[in-house]
């Protein structure tokens, strides 16, 4: 009998050791997705927080203690009123309301639209914020006073009395394509990261807004399958060279019901990307920026009071900011108080904070080194420290830091390798840090204002043991030299007995893309284990960052300006020579794969570097710049009236003919990113030169290419073609 049982124990040893991964079991079953805490929410009292938890299959949001690290109280549960449905919530200011949203519907990449309700936590009721007929609301939001809630339905802009629900209208003029009011057109949420179009003043007597004039911009339609007569889905979509929104900035004043122009100057053709109030209540701040995102204003602009209200807004430029190339803009803006600003920049070659005194004039560098600073998370004046992440270390781990501006104190908070990001308290003197490295998922902490770790809230530990059932091997870290000398970094996994006699096929994973680097010290998701099951069948994975990528200084980012696609190009080819000639890497089988960005890279390489690749897989890739966004394309390249000879000169769909491998190209029809016209036109320039290629088109997908077996159907499709080109 103990023989049996030893036998029995050591066959599920050997058994669980050898596991082997599948795209089914990665992609479809959630065996392998981390443990997280999800929507933490600081209250602003600054000793609680809020998350959104399930509870025996109820949704809850529960109250926490910074302190005494436990849960205080239960605020809302859906149990109580017939399991009501919400995806995301806020908590006004004074504790007494939730915000709700229901039946959320995703428009683009970040934007979406609900029906709201408000939950009294005191009464314990719960209420639709708006007429339900009418239709859905956006980026409701409450007003920092806790009286009312302002929203956008119908690109029209609103606000609703707390006491009362009474609604009232603030603009009328909205219609789809063509004005939009209290949010932002399709490019600006693409490529300026903002969808809401309204923010409340301080003390919640007036709503600055954004009225977007998008009538005069092309419109671009996508066809949609699924009908007997397919439909086509109409939005504007302005790409290089051609006519953007006319933005302006509008202030409404609740007490009288006036509206304010802030006057932004007489040339329409600018950029408005980011606006906010400062710490006075009558001040909105403004930037604004040239067509060629070189040049930046920092607008100052005072409403007036109501006893002396003023229909055009005196504008003053509080800072300013020029560029050879191009000015990245970011959300590490923090106004300290009334005279003074946070700011970062890389003007001195890395990306640094600067303290602004936009009333005396002045600047202060406050950190310093080839370094950069990647995320501003705010600034506490009772002990006058500013908290940030930084890239300091490596470009590829985070850190978490706290600086005294008054004695320059660098502080380390956070304390493991990898990366680190951080939710702090209202008052900064807590903050719930998610650290992450290669080759190990989220381990979530709280931490005090020092750095010292009070409690670990999650550390994904049932994932991990269940890792170290499949025979996992790590990504490590190494550097390769390109043409020029200069070390690029990059990661590998390669199987843990390597064969220099028959060798190994080569995948490699690119991006490559402005500012975006792939090689990172942290969880990669899914697509960790599918490169694990590459390597499983005899493939070593490599991923380079080339030169454009982030956090190596100014110089870096900033070498591929005017010319994408050809340095980068140009470092993953001699890459890939380098690795093949490795004694266990077969460099006739080298393969390259990449999205987006990164399909744009691997169908450079597979048709410019036709001599070294094999094979390339590319999924939603541009194909030529003329096609893309002007926004994003214009700050890197200029116009194609300016610069058009390296739009197309470094286009993929202009080197098709150099194409001898194996290529497999794949879009999602109903792509409102990288349009699938991008596909087509390259698939006409293949079949006019008689390319043989491979071609897949997922109907009614966007860029992202998912719901449900799609991810699960696209992967095997992906491992398929590899193996089939790759493996002998």
Not at 101 to 126: A, D, P
Not at 280 to 308: A, H, T, Y
């Amino acid at each position: 009998m103990k023989i049996n049982i030893i036998t029995i124990v050591l066959l599920s040893l050997f058994t669980s050791v050898n596991a082997q991964l599948s795209n089914e079991l990665i992609w479809s079953t959630g065996t392998f997705y981390p443990k997280n805490i999800n929507g933490v929410n600081p209250i602003s009292s600054g000793d609680y927080y809020t998350s959104l938890e399930k509870n025996n299959g109820n949704i809850e949001i529960v109250k926490y203690s910074y302190q005494k690290n436990k849960k205080i109280a239960t605020l809302f549960s859906n149990t109580n009123f017939d399991n009501f449905k919400f995806s995301e919530y806020q908590i006004s200011n004074d504790e007494n309301w939730l915000l709700l949203s229901n039946s959320k519907e995703s428009i683009y990449r970040r934007s979406s639209k609900s029906f709201y309700y408000l939950y009294n936590i005191n009464k314990k009721t719960l209420q639709s914020l708006s007429d339900t007929s009418l239709g859905k609301q956006r980026l409701a939001s409450f007003s920092p006073d806790n009286s009312k809630v302002a929203f956008v339905r119908d690109n029209n802009l609103y606000f609703s009395y707390l006491d009362n629900l009474k609604e009232i209208t603030v603009t009328t003029s909205g219609a789809f394509n063509k004005i939009i009011n209290g949010a932002t057109d399709w490019v600006y949420e693409e490529e300026f990261s903002i969808h809401k179009g309204f923010n409340w003043s301080p003390d919640g007597s007036k709503i600055a807004y954004y009225v977007f004039d998008e009538e005069n911009v092309k419109q671009f339609e996508m066809e949609m399958y699924g009908e007997l007569y397919p439909s086509q889905y109409q939005f504007k979509y302005p790409k290089a060279g051609e006519a953007n929104s006319k933005v302006s900035i509008k202030v409404y004043e609740l007490d009288n019901k006036k509206h304010h122009h802030f006057n932004t100057g007489q040339n329409s053709d600018i950029y408005i990307p980011r606006m906010m109030w400062s710490k006075r209540n009558n001040e909105l701040i403004v930037f604004k920026m040239n067509r060629l995102q070189n040049k930046l204003e920092i607008l100052g602009g005072d409403i007036g009071d109501n006893k002396n209200p003023i229909s055009e807004i005196k504008v003053r430029n509080i800072y300013s900011e020029n560029s050879e190339t191009y000015i990245d803009i970011h959300d590490n803006t923090n106004f300290i108080n009334d005279d003074q600003f946070i700011w970062t920049s890389e003007k001195d070659g890395y990306n640094h904070i600067y303290l602004i005194n936009y009333k005396e004039k002045t600047e202060e560098q406050l950190t310093k080194g080839n370094w950069e600073v990647t995320n501003v998370y705010g600034y506490s004046n009772n002990n006058k420290t500013i908290y940030f992440q930084a890239a300091k270390s490596s470009a590829t781990d985070r850190e978490i830091y706290s600086l005294n501006i008054e004695n320059k104190k660098l502080k380390l908070l956070s304390e493991s390798p990898g990366t680190n990001s951080a939710s702090f308290s209202a008052k900064f003197n807590y903050f719930i840090n998610t650290h992450s490295s290669a080759n190990k998922p989220f381990t979530i902490s709280l931490f005090n204002e020092n750095g010292q770790k009070i409690k670990v809230l999650e550390n994904n530990k049932e994932l991990i043991e269940k890792m170290n059932d499949y025979n996992l091997v790590d990504k490590t870290f190494f550097t390769i030299a390109n043409k020029d000398g200069l070390n690029l970094n990059a990661w590998i996994m390669k199987p843990p007995t390597l064969d220099t006699v028959k060798k190994h096929p080569l995948l490699m994973f690119v991006y490559g893309g402005p500012g975006i680097n792939t090689v990172n010290n942290k969880w990669s998701w899914m697509n960790y284990f599918w490169f694990q099951h590459l390597v499983q069948k005899g493939f070593v994975v490599v991923s380079v960052d080339s030169r454009g990528t982030g956090y190596r200084g100014k110089e870096f980012k900033h070498s591929t300006y005017l010319e994408l696609g050809k340095l980068e190009t140009e470092d993953q080819i001699s890459s890939a020579i380098y690795l093949g000639e490795l004694n266990y890497i077969d460099k006739e089988r080298i393969g390259i794969f990449g999205w987006s960005y990164g399909g744009y890279m691997s169908s450079l390489c597979i048709t410019k570097g036709a001599e070294v690749f094999n094979s390339a897989i590319a999924v939603a890739p541009v194909t030529n710049w003329r096609f893309y966004d002007n926004i994003y394309t214009e700050r890197f390249m200029r116009t194609p009236k300016d610069n058009g000879e390296n739009y197309d000169i470094n286009s993929p769909i202009n080197h098709v003919e150099k194409l001898k491998g194996n290529f497999l190209l794949i879009h999602g029809t109903a792509d409102d990113n990288v349009h699938f016209q991008n596909s087509m036109e390259m698939v006409s320039e293949m079949v006019s030169k008689n390319k043989e290629f491979d071609f897949f088109a997922y109907p009614n997908k966007n860029h992202g290419i998912y719901g449900g077996y799609t991810r699960v159907h696209l992967y095997n499709k992906m491992t398929n073609f590899l193996t089939n080109h790759l493996l002998k």
